[in-house]
């Protein structure tokens, strides 16, 4: 069966000329980059050239780039180094209601040990409103965390004007740019941000490795203790293949990222249009312009996400979806409650995540496909006549 | 469909309950209807019997929910048909994740829901019949 894998969001598959680039550095060029002797300075070389790559995709210093585990410990360092770092200021901490959970939960965890959090509400269209962060800011503020695009319904948040309003109040920036590092431009310039954080295996990179931009003078307090690699602000040998995947990543995406943009931006649209004229009490979710190139959300009424996945995948089709079915959690997506979507819609969401493979023809499946499975499933749906 | 798939945590049973659904629709004239869960939790069951003289003959469905929310209600139709309403009564949620050769463990709800649509069923029927049953 032809698979057709449309849950890029999630992951992408780690691109050929990634792994090529990534295997000399397995067994060939093995050494470790604190040693002074060939091989160490082979592997150091390679790692700082990274840097200065993933710098320039970015519009930073080299120097203000640090290789992490991925986008989970690049939050967590980000939040927590931040935290701790600035606790004598103050102890409170301004995010959304929508963030990722890799943000959520270091808010939670710090709000268990003493720390004030806001989470700021979006409107139905997911974004945060930049005047909402000013008026929450206090004397006591040390953070402000504001995702640069949302990994469930692709809205991209206006954080060039919160980053703007953040500076004004001499308060920290973070955002986790996982879902646009690749993808669209960002500039730390621009956006303002102090930190950033970035997820390789989100843009054709390999998984478990990821970076943190530090703005030059941001105070972190280490995550990771031990040896003194990345000026002594993370330690642990350094993911040398996978540092190097990532490099290769971003030399990629740099380089093809604007048209690549531009042809899922149009394929997202055509299947915008097509499952809403296609399948009947279907909306989309999220801000109809300002959305991630290849993201399409869409509520279908009356019927269950899980069992529109499975009837997908029976199809060949991967997707993913917002309900609490999917998972062992039994609430819906806290994003699309956030929208202030009912529960029962929510579970009822349904998102596809557009990749580099992905052509005209898969498009056209999943239309050609969907209205059937949505048709079957509501005829044996309660809801349906209830509602009518 | 090939083994390899996200779903490899539902029996072939529940696939196969999934896909060919039995007894579903509505039902004119039911004897007992049952109407369990709640769309906000993402599950809710409907489940109509016909009773002659103490038996179910027929059972029909419609669920809102997820795969196993619709194997089990498939599944539950088919294990009550035939029974006295006492020999019903006694079905249980185990029973039902049995014959349908298991559910993962945060699945097991659905199986409980399907009970519950059944018992809901049979009071309504109870509750409307002129004489004890």
Redesign the interface.
Known sequence: ?RRIYLDHAATTPTRPEVVKAMLPFFSDAFGNPSSIYFYGQEAKGAVEEVRTRVAELIGARSEEIIFTSGGTEADNYALKGAAYANERKGNHIITTSIEHNAVLEVCKFLEGRGFKITRLPVDEHGLVDPDDVKRAITDKTIIISVMHANNEVGTIEPVEEIGKIAREAGVCFHSDAVQTVGHIPVSVDELKVDLLAISAHKFYGPKGVGALYVRKGTNLVPLMHGGGQEKRRRAGTENIPAIVGLGKAVELAGQEMGKEAERQAYLRDKLIKGLLEKIDHARLNGHPTRRLPNNVNVIVD???G??L??SL??EGI?ASTG??????S?E?SHVLLALGL???QA?GSLRFTLGRENTDSDVERVLEVLPGIVARLR?????L?TQK | ??DL???SQYSEKVMEH??N?RN???MENPDGVG?VGD????????LYIKVKDGTIIDAKF?????????ATSSMVTEMVKGKSVEEALKISNKAVVEALDGLPP?KVHCSVLAEDALKAAIEDYINNSPLPP
């Open positions: 069966m009356f019927v269950e899980e069992s996945l499975l995948d029976s991967c309900s609490a079915c999917s998972s062992a039994p819906p009912p529960a029962e579970h005829a044996m749906s309660p809801l006549k | 469909m090939s798939n996200l779903w999934f896909k659904p579903v629709g509505e109407r769309p906000i939790c993402g599950d809710v069951m409907e419609k669920t809102f929910g997820c795969a196993a929310a619709i945060v």
